[in-house]
């Protein structure tokens, strides 16, 4: 006699994500089209852990990690996804909501926006981009 169990035959079966519709409110997450950004800097020390970007024309905007600031960078992003997607749930723009947050209270978490830091780029690649520099 064997000790050995049989394996379950539904653990060999491929398994699908399938996304199903609704959820919250988003923007896209990227965009070809202009987008202004802010950086987001750590609170105690203000080094660099992403940035937040926005596009009217592409209805687009999202948090990007600084690849350089590691997993601290990437857990910063939680509350700005959050207020993006408040923001979108209100019907707003993306450049409003940018500048609801550069004008607001400093969010929870980690990361605040670093004043004067608001600029343009000529699209979502490019501030992704900016994100993987050293």
């Known amino acids: 006699m064997s000790s050995e169990r ?9 398994v699908r994500f399938v996304e ?11 965009t070809d089209k202009p ?3 802010f950086t987001v ?6 080094a660099v852990l992403g940035y937040v970007w926005g596009s009217d024309e592409g209805d ?11 997993p601290v960078g990437v857990n910063a992003g939680m509350p700005w996804i959050r207020r ?10 993306p450049s409003q909501a940018l500048a609801e947050f550069l ?17 343009d780029a ?7 981009a900016l994100a993987q520099e050293p």
Do not use: H
């Not at 049989?6 to 491929?14: A, C, H, K, L, Q």
């Not at 687009?60 to 590691?70: D, H, K």
């Not at 004008?103 to 600029?119: D, F, M, Q, W, Y």
């Open 84 to 93: 993006l997607r408040e923001a979108k749930a209100r019907g707003i723009r």
């Open 103 to 119: 004008a607001g209270p400093e969010p929870g978490g980690k990361g605040r926006p670093l004043p004067g830091s608001l600029t």
């Open 41 to 46: 800097v750590e609170k105690q020390n203000g």
């Open 6 to 14: 049989p394996i379950n035959s539904r653990f060999e079966e491929d």
């Open 60 to 70: 687009a905007a999202a948090y990007v990690p600084r690849q350089a600031a590691g």
């Open 20 to 30: 199903l519709p609704g959820g919250p409110a988003r923007y896209r997450d990227r």
């Open 122 to 128: 000529p699209n979502s690649a490019a501030v992704k």
């Open 35 to 37: 987008v202004q950004y």
